[in-house]
């Protein structure tokens, strides 16, 4: 959850103007229409603007528009196979930026016949009507940080901070429904459902019947979604196409996740490999030993005990730092938003295993900085112009809110039952103080959609049978999450990759990228049970010669190397694109 207030502060503080990441492209030079009308953009990239309808079921009615990029095949016509779109999850993730970012990594992977494409689900980023809460975009940055680290406080932060969420989020809730009213009541559309419609409605003007798709955590359900709703896309024929949902598809999430958890003793299952990641941090730095992790204790426990004197510490006393470009202060929230971000991105070199034990036995030596550095509030950027709202922004936590809450129930829990929530969901997770927000957060939300598809997701005979892949330990989406699915959709797969952290694309791993290939140009899936090693360790060698590619062994082929260098490009990107953990 966000706090306002702090938020406040900072937009006093940081007001500072930087420049801007990708969008170096003006959509609105584009005009909407109800084909591919696709124009150069970006480098090398072409841009068009899908027309489709706002309410499928009122098609004479308002337009949506749909930003859609593409990096072009570049096979000869014979070896054309189609359109693979991608979602980077969220929901609220850009796939335009995704893929500007990472087109090329894709070609790598998925070879030259495939237009990659990469399309922003209506009401974010480039597609229009965006979904926007507030007036102007001061008003945005004002009451919304962009610091992912700190929108989550702990609940555990004090004994307030679950009533003050509450009570943000209540703000917010009134806020969309006040906008809401003033334009055409346009969020009820902003739905899982119609996303999928719209993907079907990409598909066939690219000419093909059935949808190509890779979709990484929420854009797993949006796949899953897509495969209940359209079985066999249009019931036909012809085309050898797939839809694959690589990633953990979680039924539970989104649609049931709110739903069931109201409804169970204990719905927390999407926090159920949580835990178990904290424990691989403990085993791996035991394992790695003093050497290669600075946080090393004699046992695994020891070094649990040691992370739970420091986090007690804090709790007790917080931390000020001022570094030369940023300042903030080091409290639970922080500390427990900083593991946790670890936990899903454990590989990665500069918020990942090893910077966490480092900043972890620093602070435990009195020295602050590495760790803050790990969470640290990025540079404020003061809107262009702060007093009309742009056409064109990011938008991941209003896009999260209309999306993911308005998918689900209502939420209208009294705070007495919110309480009830977190605290069952100690049962399964002693993070439940960070994760249960995402119901906190729907709490103030009362926009939804009558007849809206709310799951159970699952179809007997799909077109073609589902690739679900998923990591040994997730903490965003539980392995058991891919596993379930996999049982509602007879005949699909699950790849299991064995790493730790959030989607597959945390770790490099040629054998997985072969599978994905394999799926996507032959076919083929691999056998029931696989497990495809990863190429990293989690507490590396730096030093070793071997090492120098961070990869645990020799690649063998010049085509390993691009497949990996590929696939850790894509997760990079594609956690910033998202910009939101967990959802
Ligand atoms: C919506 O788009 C369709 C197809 O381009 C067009 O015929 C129709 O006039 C548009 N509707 C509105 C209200 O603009
Ligand atoms: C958070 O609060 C709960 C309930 O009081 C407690 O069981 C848990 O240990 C606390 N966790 C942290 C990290 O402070
Ligand atoms: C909660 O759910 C998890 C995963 O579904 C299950 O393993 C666990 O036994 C449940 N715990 C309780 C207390 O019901
Ligand atoms: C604290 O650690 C940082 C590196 O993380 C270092 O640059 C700095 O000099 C240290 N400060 C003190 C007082 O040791
Ligand atoms: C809360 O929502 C549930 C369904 O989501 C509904 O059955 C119940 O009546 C609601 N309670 C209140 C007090 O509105
Ligand atoms: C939560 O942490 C405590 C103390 O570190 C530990 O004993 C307990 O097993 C943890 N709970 C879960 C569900 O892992
Ligand atoms: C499943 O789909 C195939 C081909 O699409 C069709 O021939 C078959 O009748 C379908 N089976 C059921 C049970 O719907
Ligand atoms: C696809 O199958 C052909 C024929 O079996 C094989 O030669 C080729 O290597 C496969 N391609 C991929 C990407 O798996
Ligand atoms: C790391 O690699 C260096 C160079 O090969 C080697 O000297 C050192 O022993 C290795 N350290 C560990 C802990 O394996």
């Known amino acids: 959850m966000l706090s306002l207030a702090f938020k406040r502060l900072r937009f006093i503080a940081l007001c500072i103007t930087t420049a801007q990441a990708v969008s170096d492209f003006d959509w609105q030079t584009l005009t909407p229409s109800p084909g591919l009308d696709w124009k150069p953009c970006y480098s090398g990239f072409q841009c068009t603007r899908l027309t489709v309808p706002l309410d499928y ?95 989550y406080p702990s609940l555990n932060q004090s004994s307030h901070a679950l009533s003050e969420g509450w009570a943000d989020y209540q703000l917010l809730g009134q806020l969309a429904l006040a906008s809401d009213v003033g334009a055409g009541h346009y969020l009820q559309h902003m739905s899982t459902d119609n996303i999928a419609r719209d993907m079907l409605r990409i598909t066939e003007v690219f000419g093909f019947e059935k949808l190509q798709y890779w979709g990484i955590s929420y854009g797993s359900v949006l796949g899953a979604t897509f495969a209940t709703m359209f079985p066999v896309c249009g019931h036909l024929k012809l ?53 290669l992790c600075p946080f090393y204790e004699p046992t695994a426990s020891a070094i649990s005990a040691k992370l739970d004197a420091l986090t007690a510490s804090v709790h007790e006393k917080p931390i000020a730092v001022v570094t030369p470009g940023s300042h903030g202060l080091i409290d639970l929230t922080f500390l427990r938003n900083v593991i946790l971000d670890a936990l899903f991105d454990p590989y990665d070199s500069a918020s990942g295993f090893v910077p966490l034990a480092q900043g972890l036995a620093h602070l435990a030596k009195g020295n602050a900085t590495a760790l803050y550095a790990l969470g640290a509030i990025p540079t404020f950027e003061c809107p262009a112009s702060a ?12 896009a999260y809110i209309a999306i993911a809450c ?13 309480q009830e929530y977190w605290l069952n969901g100690l049962r ?27 799951g159970p997701v699952g179809a007997k005979n799909i077109s073609f049978p589902l690739l679900l892949v998923g990591n040994t330990l997730d903490p965003g989406t539980a392995h058991a999450g891919a596993i379930q699915t996999s049982k509602a959709f007879p005949g699909s797969v699950v790849l299991t990759q064995d790493s730790v952290g959030h989607t597959s694309l945390v770790a490099p791993s040629s054998c997985k990228d072969g599978y994905f290939r ?56 594609v956690r910033r694109a998202v910009g939101r953990r967990a959802l």
């Open 518 to 573: 394999e799926y996507f140009v032959n076919g083929t899936l691999p056998a029931p049970g696989t497990v495809c090693p990863i190429d990293i360790e989690l507490f590396p060698n730096s030093t070793s010669p071997d090492a120098s590619a961070t990869t645990k062994r020799a690649l063998q082929t010049v085509e390993e190397k691009r497949l990996l260098n590929a696939g850790r490009k894509i997760g990079r990107v």
């Open 387 to 398: 007093s009309a709202a742009p056409a064109f922004h990011e938008n991941n936590l209003e």
């Open 239 to 291: 085309l050898k196409s797939k839809l694959s949902g690589c990633c953990h598809i979680h039924p539970f999430r989104s649609f049931n996740r709110l739903t069931s958890i109201s409804q169970s003793a204990n719905g927390t299952s999407m926090m159920a490999d949580v835990d178990g990641s904290l424990d691989a941090f403990f085993d791996g730095c035991h394992k790695a030993g003093p050497e």
């Open 406 to 418: 308005g998918d689900a129930n209502p939420v209208n829990d009294t705070l007495t039952e919110l």
């Open 57 to 151: 079921s009122a098609p004479q009615g308002s337009n949506a528009s749909i930003a859609i990029v593409r990096l072009p095949s570049t096979a000869p016509k014979s070896e054309y196979r189609g359109p693979i779109l991608f979602n980077p999850g969220g929901p609220g993730g850009s796939g335009v930026d995704a893929i500007v970012e990472n087109g090329e990594a894709f070609v790598n992977t998925f070879g030259p016949g495939f237009d990659i494409v990469g399309f922003d689900p209506r009401g974010i980023s480039y597609s229009t009507p965006i979904i926007s809460f507030f007036n102007t975009e001061a008003e945005r940055r004002f009451l919304i940080p962009s610091a992912t680290n700190i929108i």
């Open 428 to 454: 399964v997770s002693n993070f439940s103080d960070l994760l249960s927000s995402p119901r906190v957060v729907c709490s103030g939300y009362n926009i939804h959609r009558p007849g809206r598809f709310q």
